[in-house]
């Protein structure tokens, strides 16, 4: 996915608007619906962490009443949607926080050791600058097509590629030859808290009969996908076979 309501978390800050709450966008919202409906999940899974399980479930016990159809959030708008449709009980968070290679590594002292460095790779910034240009070309886009549309190529293998990236340049290469800053201190974190994830929904598979719905923020499905193609305890179902 992309977020619907930008909670300003990301490095890219979203500069089109996307109003889920709008007729067209509420009406696509229920074709998706549709369509996952469809492949009978028997789970909905979505991007929050574990300690707001008693938050969503108090929230999904009053939906779609009480004013909730005012949050624009994807897990509102989608995943509990898509919950009531099917009949569950609920949704069940699986997010998970980082853990970095080197454990006394805040965005500050990152940041901070960094800007000590005072040099970086050559092409380091040259990559962020292009990858912004791709984000911005990918945020103006989901305002000028359909969300099924968007979320088709938002999950294609080469986009998916592409997305996943940007993590091997940028501040991965900040610091001199034999300076791992960003590799400890950044790309660290985010492979441990994609393999936490994973770990998360792996656990919520009770059966051979299982068939998992999960809600993330697109800059986690490259390495979720590539666990899930090789895991021996699950198999993979393409959103563009899906959502057709």
Known sequence: MFHFQDAGLDSYKPRFTFDVREPQRQ???????EQLSAWKPTRVLVEAPL?????????????????LD????????LGFRLA??????????CDAPARFFDPDMSDAEYERRAAALGSTHASAADWDARFARL???DDSMKTVQPLAATLRYMNSESRLRAGHGHYLVGALLRGEPG????????????????????????????????????????GHVPILRELFLATPVARLD????VLR
């Open 135 to 137: 984000y911005a070309r």
């Open 27 to 33: 009406h696509e919202v229920r074709m998706l619906v």
């Open 84 to 93: 009531k449709r099917i009949g569950l009980p609920g949704v069940i968070a």
């Open 70 to 77: 005012t949050l624009r959030n994807e897990t509102y708008q």
């Open 51 to 67: 300690s707001r399980q008693a938050r969503l479930d108090s929230l999904y016990a009053i939906y779609p009443g009480g004013g």
């Open 179 to 218: 300076n791992y800053l960003g590799a400890d201190g950044f790309v660290s974190g985010w492979y441990t808290r994609n393999l936490r994830i994973y770990s998360n929904i792996v656990r919520e598979l009770r059966g051979p009969d299982e068939r998992v719905v999960v809600i993330f923020g697109a």
């Open 238 to 241: 393409e959103v563009r076979d």
